[in-house]
């Protein structure tokens, strides 16, 4: 897992750093976060984004959507990565909720306690 301060790096823009947020939800199968991220970051991702993360970001959205298919079939939180670095310290921690990780798609709810389901 990356240390906070390198996740950025020297020449980061608010649309890489967006984009890196969330490949890191892709990578650690939390399409929740994915979701919300898609919803609340896309007009500015792409007023700031440079073509080559354009194109980056649409092959995401891509492969985002066999995914949301996927959880539909079979409920919110079922391709989260339990082995994953940071998805086990955010359980240990108490940081995530299982219980309002895992279900129905449209269940409302939040993940992490006191925030909006975003990173």
């Known amino acids: 897992m990356q240390h906070p301060s ?6 980061s823009t608010a649309a890489s750093f967006i984009l890196k947020c969330m490949k890191l939800s892709e990578e650690r199968g939390a399409y929740h976060v994915l979701a919300t991220r898609f919803r609340e970051n896309d007009a500015e991702l792409r007023a700031t984004a440079t073509p080559e993360e354009l194109s980056e970001y649409e092959r995401l959205k891509v492969r985002a959507a066999s995914a949301f298919r996927f959880e ?3 409920g919110r939180g079922s391709l989260l990565r339990m082995d ?3 998805n086990r310290e955010l359980i240990t921690t108490g940081v995530i909720k299982l219980a309002q990780v895992v279900g129905p798609v449209d269940t409302p ?3 992490f306690v006191g925030r909006s389901a975003g990173l």
């Open 6 to 11: 390198s996740f950025m790096g020297e020449n």
């Open 72 to 74: 539909q079939k079979h």
């Open 84 to 86: 994953h670095p940071l």
């Open 109 to 111: 709810g939040t993940v």
